[in-house]
Nanobody, 117 residues
Framework: QVQLLESGGGLVQAGESLRLSCAAPGSIFRIGTMGWYRQAPGKQRELVAAITRGGASNYADSVKGRFTISRDNAKNTVYMQMNSLKPEDTAVYYC???????????WGQGTQVTVSS
């Protein structure tokens, strides 16, 4: 089963930064939208940010102005720079990629982000 490789999570204090990375195997062709969801304990999974193959991006209101999503199409990799982190950003972050024309999503294993106050 194909999986994405996530990295970059960790424990930081409020106000600090983290950068998440997510790489898809080179065997996956025609990757369309890439993005990140997160799930906090006792809450539903929510979309944090997404970016199309052409570079158009959208963000959850709660992270606008603090998080920046980017991608390197040549490396099949998506990144998310997270600045000014808050305790409420604490969650497991999951990346995904969509296969163009099929809508199939492939997910990462999740990486824990913990922000202490």
């Amino acid at each position: 089963q194909v999986q994405l490789l996530e990295s970059g999570g960790g424990l930081v204090q409020a106000g600090e930064s983290l950068r998440l990375s997510c790489a898809a195997p080179g065997s996956i062709f025609r990757i369309g939208t890439m993005g990140w969801y997160r799930q906090a304990p006792g809450k539903q999974r929510e979309l944090v940010a997404a970016i199309t193959r052409g570079g158009a991006s959208n963000y959850a209101d709660s992270v606008k102005g603090r998080f920046t999503i980017s991608r390197d199409n040549a490396k099949n990799t998506v990144y998310m720079q997270m600045n000014s982190l808050k305790p409420e950003d604490t969650a497991v972050y999951y990346c995904y990629v969509e296969i163009e024309y099929s809508g199939t999503r492939i997910w990462g294993q999740g990486t824990q982000v913990t922000v202490s106050s």
